[in-house]
């Protein structure tokens, strides 16, 4: 069946700082969703990419979706406390109604 | 503001028990979902449904089963729990067509004894 993998399963960033998370399903998407669970909470919907080698930002916060549509990117600039969290990135299946979710990247930030 | 509401944020059950989940939403989604989220093992998709009565398994469904007689409502049921099904269950909605955003719920933590 389908597989989303994510990595690093750990990002240690100092506060300031950029970093890069990945996303690789073993299939093609049409299309893919991150989103973001702050400690203790669930699961919040950040955005989704639609068009092969598509690029949004939000603030800080830039994903791209991969030229096959197979994998993802979401860079984050000069990292805030605010960034703590786990996030993941998540495919639909064929038929479009399931949708699976990577391991996560959880992200720890050193003031 | 879409609500996903669970029916208890904490419980603890025992060995053998059956158990139930309940989760709620009020957006009139079709799609409903049960996940569990273990430690470095990310959301795994336990069973999903499309419509009222209708459910797929997902990627990890022994032990368990759903239930979908209204729309508003999915129930994940453990029939017989055991320690290795302690974990966080998430519940999530969305509407039917491909690439919408899923809701979730704030999570029951389960413990079994």
């Known amino acids: 069946g389908q597989q989303v993998m994510q990595i690093p399963q750990y990002q240690h960033v100092q506060e300031g700082e950029d970093f890069t998370t990945y996303c690789n399903s073993s299939?093609?998407?049409?299309?893919i969703q991150w989103y973001k669970q702050r400690p203790g909470g669930h699961p919040v919907f950040l955005i989704q990419l639609v068009k092969s080698g598509e690029v949004k930002k939000q603030k800080r916060l830039t994903f791209q979706f991969g030229e096959a549509k197979k994998n993802s990117s979401l860079h984050i600039t000069a990292t805030q406390t605010t960034d703590v969290g786990t996030y993941f990135c998540?495919?639909?299946?064929?038929?479009?109604?399931?949708?699976?979710f990577g391991g996560g990247t959880r992200v720890l930030v050193k003031p | 503001d879409v609500k996903v509401t669970q029916s208890s944020r904490y419980l603890v059950k025992r060995t053998g028990e059956k158990v139930f989940l309940e989760c709620v939403q009020d957006?009139?989604?079709?799609?409903m979902f049960w996940y569990r989220q273990d430690p470095g093992l990310g959301l795994r998709l336990i069973y999903f449904?499309?419509?009222?009565?209708?459910?797929e398994k997902g990627d990890i469904p022994e032990g368990y089963s759903v239930s979908r007689e209204k729309k508003e409502r999915f129930s994940l049921i453990l029939e017989s729990a055991s320690t290795n099904q302690t974990s966080m269950y998430l519940c999530a909605s969305s509407f039917h067509r491909a690439g919408t955003e899923a809701f979730f719920g704030q999570g029951t933590r389960l413990t079994v004894v």
């Open positions: 957006m009139d989604h079709e799609n």
């Open positions: 998540a495919g639909p299946g064929a038929a479009g109604n399931k949708l699976t």
């Open positions: 449904s499309y419509d009222v009565k209708m459910k």
């Open positions: 299939t093609t998407l049409s299309n």
